[in-house]
């Protein structure tokens, strides 16, 4: 690295650009910038873990009381135990996944001046394209360029959103917060609650939906898709493309959460941790960068991190006793966000915050 660069002024003109990793990927980058490298213990190779995450049945679980119990208790062990874990049978057609999964490869792969016209840091816009939420606070920058639309509680309106999503956006939206909803639901019973519990809680009442576009990368050994983190929310709901590089951490090892044809993964998020007092957990997760690409997912987050609330959240006082006590502070989901947000992606989880 020169001794004369300058990392700040590297940074505020890629911002500027307004075009994102796309934008240097399209103008012939072979070598990356600076920012962008992580130390090599952070991009450390696969895991050769033989462990893989649990994959839950969902068929008939509204009408069946037997296949609802036994995905209860296979929710169970995937919540304590992995934290991650792929749903099928989830109700969704393969077509609108499809459909989803293309509008979102469209619009990153659209005319750059559509996709300035949404370029924007302003959390107030409920549709923004950005590259890196943490770009000016993360020690490192991640491989890849987002498009952010908050759906609910109040969704945006259609003409705010691409025409390369705009419809298809909405239709999956309305399919991911039934899902939400539905897991939320077994959830709760699994913790032994009234089935509404967690959805009387308001859970369910935000939905943020991040269309992710991984570019492929000429040095795919010295940066990351994402780095290390948890996610700030209650669940999370994943639709990826078959290119893979997601992996979560499990006993200390990184575990491959490989491509299934028509499955979605879900993971606990941070606030489901903390009003659990820790029986579910929030898993550390990444995504490895490849020369080949581009890889395309939509995360579905459940959290009300932009509806202005004071409702506050802390553990659950029907999983609390004498021998478990508390083990978090009450916090209103923006505060949690707000912190989450200044601290960036550093590889420390924003919980530490709010323990007693």
Known sequence: MSATYDRSSAIKAFDESRTGVKGLVDAGLDELPAFFVAPPIQVEPKSTSNHQIPIVDLKDVRADESR??????????????????????????????????????????????????YYTRDLRKKVRFNSNFDLYVSRVANWRDTLSCTMAPEPPQLEELPDACRDII?????????????LLELFSEALG???????????????????QYYPPCPQPDLTLGASKHTDPDFITILLQDQIGGLQVMH????????????????????LLQLI????????????????????????????????????????I???????????????????????????????RSALDNYKL
């Open 251 to 270: 006993q200390n090892q990184w575990l491959d959460v490989p491509p299934s044809t028509g499955a979605l993964v879900v993971n606990i998020g941070d």
């Open 68 to 117: 609802r119990k036994q995905a209860v208790e296979e929710l169970m062990h995937a919540a304590t135990t992995y934290g991650f874990f792929q749903v099928v049978n989830h109700g969704i057609a393969g077509d609108v996944l499809d459909a989803m999964l293309q509008g979102v490869t469209q619009f990153h792969e659209g005319p750059i001046e559509v996709k300035k016209q």
């Open 193 to 211: 609650l009234r089935s509404d519990h967690l959805i009387q809680m308001e859970c369910d009442k935000g939905l943020y939906i991040l269309g």
């Open 276 to 315: 659990t007092n820790d029986k579910f957990r929030s898993p550390e997760h990444r995504v490895l960068i490849k020369k080949v690409g581009p890889r395309t997912s939509v995360a579905c987050f459940f959290t009300t991190q932009f509806w202005p609330s004071t409702k506050l959240f802390g553990p």
């Open 317 to 347: 006082k029907e999983l609390l006793s004498i021998e478990k006590p508390p083990l978090y502070r009450e916090v209103t989901v923006r505060d949690y966000h707000t912190y989450y947000y200044n601290k960036g992606i550093d590889g």
């Open 170 to 182: 909405f239709q999956f939206a309305n399919h991911i917060q039934s899902l939400g909803t539905l």
